[in-house]
């Protein structure tokens, strides 16, 4: 969250200041008034003539100056004149002048106490800025901070460059705290007054403490942000929006129009819902936006050139064949025919000219039946059957838009090795021939020129294979090309940038530490070497000039190995282990050319140099943790949120790294405690955590 209070402080002091001088200086007007009249009538009266008042007046002139010191108290110096006597018995009822300005200025200070403590005392204020109703504010004795808010609240968020001040009140204008996360917020115009002004060019201030801050409030004049007021634009978590209702097993469809739609899922192991809610990302909120007519989970969200969601599928308590269309525009659901079967793990894929296809998965039996939707129309139509029930399977779009469906698991949970092409302008299937081998938990790459590779996978036999084909989308036809010199599955294959395709690691009849390189050019695997040691859940980073850094991973042991794959030489080189074994850590590419290693219930941060092949201690997280995230920000700085610490207890916590100190600083946590949660850097820079798991579904989203 961010804190708010050293603004509302410092605007309620001033504010006080101001009305406290206002009164001394009206009292000051009508004292001197009076002693002038008094003066001019006593001028006369030899026995108590007294000197001219302005002979008598005292004045001490002071500027008026606001001093940030620790207390924000400013000081005044004001010296009231002596009054006039009119008569002795007139002269022994008034105080003295020493007695009457020490009391006058006892109840001067005892107003500026009392309003003084009336700032830093908890108190519960309107906050139009804030998507809640009210949020407390209290001082603790080492920082500015709002706590435990009533509800969960975010600063209204506006935009600078494009000079749109949309914030609900005139005296927050928009202020450009482009130093910390390249957001701006709304803020209290007080800033403008009480800053120390900046270079705008060297963004340098007085002191190392405070950040210039560009504004739209202050002209083109930079200015610095004090030492005492960095919690109020600190990075921090906001919260996104809580939907209405927790669920996994949803989906979630990107609209023409920015917004998110979530759809149906489970509630709880035992809950369906037919729910759908609305993201919008420009206030951060979720709303609902009508039910769907039934409940569901494991369907399929295809979003339309028209912009509607076409939903289709899914399961509860029966395979449903039920569809419905989800129209952003009035916000409703409608019922919009049944597929001729009930169905879930099918895919749909929306083609070229705009209808759905949807073909196999599993209803009672699995599925070789295909289905074609026309939003035109509304209706679905049988497509022909495929040759064979299948689910799981894989479908690549071609270049030309027809679709290939190769392998996957058949109707006597056997591999399949046959596969099929669909024809969007015939509205046919063809037999495109079989693969020669029967494969799931295989790859497919689409490749430069067009055709498509097929590598390993689980055989018929139930054992790896080593096998790899092509199909050539001109001719309808599988080649057997060239065998890996490994049997290999649930390894990865990557497409390099000179067009070849690395396959890495994995497992066959044990782990695998080797490697090949695929030249779609002669069609043939070359052995590139091997690691050094066989490995999984390790991490693959490709680095500026190209090459591939594998750190870590779980082979005989956990590892703390590192090698290097140069993919202009085919070679990998040791490259000088980590200082720490790790599995199931992060590795995040900097700015700067580094790796950044984290995690593995290991607190300890290590960096990779690519220039010197050594890793260098950089610093301690404060908490150890694996299964969470780290994003690389916009700034270059690396967030870590969440996973499970040494205990496996799931934890709420985030930290940020800065790569041009070296150090760790506690960000502020997470509104909900989760690991295996995703995390996602966001194109205005900021990022977004969805979901994870700690016993119950968190229905809440955040971002940083």
């Known amino acids: 969250m961010v804190r708010y209070t050293i603004m509302k402080r410092l605007t309620k002091i001033l504010a006080s200041i101001f009305f406290i001088i206002t009164v001394v200086t009206i009292y000051l007007a009508f004292d001197f008034a009076i002693t002038n009249a008094l003066s001019t009538k006593q001028h006369s009266t030899d026995k108590y003539k007294t000197e001219s008042p302005l002979s008598l007046m005292k004045i001490k002139n002071t500027n008026e100056t606001l001093k940030h010191n620790s207390d924000n108290q400013p000081s005044h110096n004001i010296i009231k004149p002596d009054r006039p006597v009119r008569s002795l018995k007139a002269k022994q009822r008034l105080v003295k002048p020493a007695q009457f300005h020490k009391k006058s200025m006892g109840v001067i200070l005892a107003l500026i106490f009392s309003f003084f403590f009336s700032c830093v005392q908890g108190v519960s204020t309107a906050a139009p800025n804030y998507y809640c109703n009210t949020v407390e504010f209290t001082l603790s004795s080492s920082d500015h901070s709002a706590s435990k808010p009533t509800l969960n609240c975010s600063l209204q968020k506006c935009n600078v460059s494009s000079n749109e001040n949309t914030c609900l009140s005139s005296t927050t204008p928009c202020f450009d705290y482009r130093t910390f996360n390249n957001i701006s917020y709304c803020a209290p115009g007080i800033l403008c007054s009480i800053l120390e002004p900046c270079n705008n060019v060297t963004y340098n201030c007085a002191s190392n403490t405070s950040v210039c801050v560009i504004n739209s409030c202050c002209s083109s004049q930079a200015v610095c942000l004090p030492p005492a007021s960095l919690d109020f634009c600190r990075s921090g978590w906001f919260n996104t929006g809580k939907m209405n209702d927790p669920r996994f097993y949803h989906t979630l469809s990107v609209l023409l129009n920015g917004k998110i739609l979530a759809s149906g899922g489970l509630q709880s192991d035992y809950s369906f819902s037919m729910t759908t809610e609305l993201y919008d990302s420009s206030i951060g909120t ?160 689409i490749l430069a020129n067009g055709k498509v590779l097929i590598a390993g996978g689980i055989g018929t036999n139930g054992y790896s294979l080593n096998s790899t084909e092509l199909y050539d989308p001109s001719t309808g036809t599988w080649t057997i090309s060239d065998s890996m010199n490994n049997l290999r599955h649930l390894h990865a294959a990557s497409i390099l940038t000179n067009g070849k395709v690395l396959v890495t690691g994995g497992s066959g009849s044990t782990y695998l530490n080797s490697s090949e390189l695929y030249d779609p050019t002669t069609g043939t695997w070359t052995y590139t070497g091997s690691m050094n040691f066989a490995r999984y859940s390790h991490t693959a980073s490709i680095l500026a000039d190209g090459k591939v850094l594998i750190a870590g991973g779980v082979g005989s042991t956990i590892l703390n190995s590192v090698e290097l794959y140069d993919s202009s030489t085919g070679t990998w080189t040791n490259t000088g282990s980590m200082n720490y074994a790790r599995e199931l850590h992060t590795a995040s590419v900097l700015a700067n050319g580094k790796v950044l290693a984290a995690g593995n219930y290991i607190n300890r941060t290590e960096l990779f140099d690519s220039s010197t092949g050594i890793w260098t201690d950089t610093g301690i997280m404060n908490y150890a943790r694996r299964f969470h995230t780290a994003s690389v920000l916009t700034n270059g700085s690396v967030l870590v949120s969440g996973g499970t610490g040494i205990s496996d207890v799931s934890v709420d916590s985030a930290e940020l790294y800065d790569p041009s100190t070296g150090n760790w600083i506690n960000a502020t946590s997470m509104n909900s405690i989760r690991h295996l949660h995703a995390a996602s850097v966001l194109v205005n820079g900021t990022a977004l955590v969805t979901g994870g798991y700690l016993f119950l579904v968190p229905s809440n989203t955040e971002l940083y």
């Open 286 to 445: 979720w709303s609902n936006t009508g039910s769907m007519n039934f409940l569901r989970y494991y369907h399929t969200a295809s979003v339309l050139a028209n912009g509607k969601v076409l939903v289709a599928g899914g399961y509860h308590n029966i395979y449903l064949n039920s569809s419905e269309l989800y129209d952003p525009s009035t916000g409703t659901w409608t019922y919009t025919g049944s597929m001729n079967f009930g169905r879930h793990g099918h895919t749909a894929s929306v083609l070229t000219n705009g209808q759905v296809l949807v073909t196999g998965g599993a209803g009672g039996g699995y599925r070789s039946s295909t289905e074609l939707y026309d939003p035109s129309t509304g209706i679905w139509t049988n497509t022909g059957n495929m040759n064979f029930a299948r689910y799981y399977h894989t479908a690549s779009t071609l270049a030309d838009g027809k679709v290939l469906i190769a392998g996957g698991i058949g109707t006597a949970a056997y591999s399949l090795n046959s596969s099929e092409l669909y024809d969007p302008s015939t509205g046919t299937w063809t037999n495109t021939g079989s693969m020669n081998y029967a494969r799931q938990l295989h790859t497919a790459s």
